[in-house]
């Protein structure tokens, strides 16, 4: 009896450190997918491509004023797509307001949604988006193709759309600004760029 | 009811059930303004009722964990725990029948999106209420019962958290 009492602490106590280590396992598995998931902003299809003309509008902003997209301005302006009922818009908007404040002095922080205006006032008033133009215009979004939010569009001093993607954190919302500067309008784009210079590594390795 | 089981599987599936059902709680608290933002994405219940309802799932799924420890509870506890398990499942088969498979479950943590492998967790969550339901026993439970239940529901609760974070990171790597 003594040996079956041994052997089942003995058991007990495996499984313990066995589920142990699966629960390691697991949580590893997910940083791996983590950090091998892309970090810039995704460009989904369609829509103007980043390096071709923005389609022009002129759309009333909730605060009043008209706001002009696409066609040369003297200042950039990222185009924001979001929605009263997406979690991670919420989240998003106060890393929202300190880029708006961080690079205030080239760039414009315009949002922009569709539905119903009294719906939107409200949100806006509750989020305390004053301080931005936010435009109603399903247009816009179908212009754009934005088919899931949050959604960014980078547009550049000229008219061209200069980087663009589905923006969930700070470093994707971050990553179009960096996009513009390096010249790559999308991930894909940096992504691809990267991977023809990369034979041409392989093969001057080769013939040494 | 009938003595076919021996107390201490219900007391393993109680415990077990009741540490999975804590943790729940603990996350969606932590981060409740999310959570709220996640019921009001499932758009079932009105704006005005979204917050009330995302404490009352909060608050059901902590008392029903509590409940489910305490020996005269327990199957108040598992009916408990049974009916936030239906009323969340059932929010998750609609957006799932509504085609919004992008939906954040709202199930705390990092987040993972709804899926029909979150229903068939749900279900297998239910038959462990179910398991912690089932009528005791009169036996009474000795130090060495009591070291079974702990390492047992300890390992339930364990394996558990490994399976919903592999489920969970198996749906976002299908998505990206």
Known sequence: VSLLVLSNVVLWVTVLALVLVVLALARQVGLLNERIAPMGALALDGGPAAGSVAPSFALPSLDGGEVRIGGTRDRAMLLFFLSPDCPVCKKLLPILRSLAAAERSWLDVVLASDGTEAEHRKFRERQKLGGFAYLLSGELGLAFRVAKLPYAVLIGETGIVRAKGLVNSREQLESLITAKELGHGTLQDFLAARRETAPEALKAGDSE | ?176
């Open chain 2, 1 to 176: 009811m009938s003595g076919i089981l021996d107390p201490v599987l219900p007391w393993i599936a109680a415990a077990a059930l009741a540490l999975i059902l804590a943790r729940g709680a603990a996350l969606k608290l932590l981060d409740l303004p999310r959570f709220s933002g996640a019921v009001a994405a499932y758009r079932i219940v009105p704006a005005a009722l979204v917050a009330p309802a995302a404490g009352a799932v909060v608050a059901g799924e902590a008392a029903a964990a509590s409940l489910l420890l305490v020996p005269d509870l327990r199957r108040l506890g598992a009916t408990l725990a049974a009916l936030v398990l239906a009323v969340v499942s059932a929010g998750v088969w609609i957006n799932l029948r509504r085609g919004r498979f992008e939906l954040d479950c709202g199930c705390g943590g990092k987040g993972q999106r709804i899926s029909a492998g979150l229903l068939a967790r749900n279900a297998g969550l239910g038959a462990l209420a179910l398991l912690a339901a089932i009528g005791p026993v009169a036996r009474p439970l000795g130090t060495a019962d009591l070291l079974v239940i702990a390492a047992a529901s300890l390992a339930w609760a364990g394996l558990y958290f490994a399976g919903d974070a592999l489920l969970a990171s198996w749906r976002t790597r299908a998505a990206s």
